[in-house]
C-alpha cells in the first residue's frame, strides 16, 4: 500500500501565494506519474497539471504561468507552487499518483484533498 498525506492549503488574499505538497510513504518501489486535480463547489473535478517520472510537465489553460508542478523523487513528494491566486482557484486540491509498492503491480492512488481558499 501507498498513503498520500496532502499539506500547505489555506486561506490567502487575490495576488498571495501557496505551496502545496503531497507525501507518498510505505514500502513503495516505484513512483511514476504524479498530478493535482481540483474540485470547486458544483463544478466537475479537474486536471490542474502533472508531472511525469522523467519531469516532463502539463498544466491546465487557466493556471499556467501561475502555478508550477515539480517532484522530489528521493522523497516522493511532489509539489505545486501557487502564485497570482485568483478567487476562482478556490477549490479542494486532491493529489494523485500513479505508483507500485513493493510486490505490487501499479496502480493509482489518491489524497484526501486539501481546501484553498482565495478571499479578502
Known amino acids: 500500500q501507498v498513503q498520500l498525506v496532502e499539506s500547505g492549503g489555506g486561506l490567502v488574499q487575490p495576488g498571495g501565494s501557496l505551496r502545496l505538497a503531497c507525501a507518498a510513504s510505505?514500502?513503495?518501489?516505484?513512483?511514476?506519474?504524479m498530478d493535482w486535480y481540483r474540485q470547486a463547489p458544483g463544478k466537475q473535478r479537474e486536471l490542474v497539471a502533472t508531472i511525469s517520472s522523467g519531469q516532463g510537465t502539463n498544466y491546465a489553460d487557466s493556471i499556467k504561468g501561475r502555478f508550477t508542478i515539480s517532484r522530489d523523487n528521493a522523497k516522493n513528494t511532489v509539489y505545486l507552487q501557487m502564485n497570482s491566486l485568483k478567487p476562482e482557484d478556490t477549490a479542494v486540491y486532491y493529489c494523485?499518483?500513479?505508483?507500485?509498492?513493493?510486490?505490487?503491480?501499479?496502480?493509482?492512488?489518491w489524497g484526501q484533498g486539501i481546501q484553498v481558499t482565495v478571499s479578502s
Open positions: 494523485h499518483v500513479f505508483a507500485a509498492a513493493s510486490g505490487e503491480n501499479s496502480r493509482s492512488y
Open positions: 510505505g514500502n513503495i518501489f516505484r513512483v511514476h506519474g
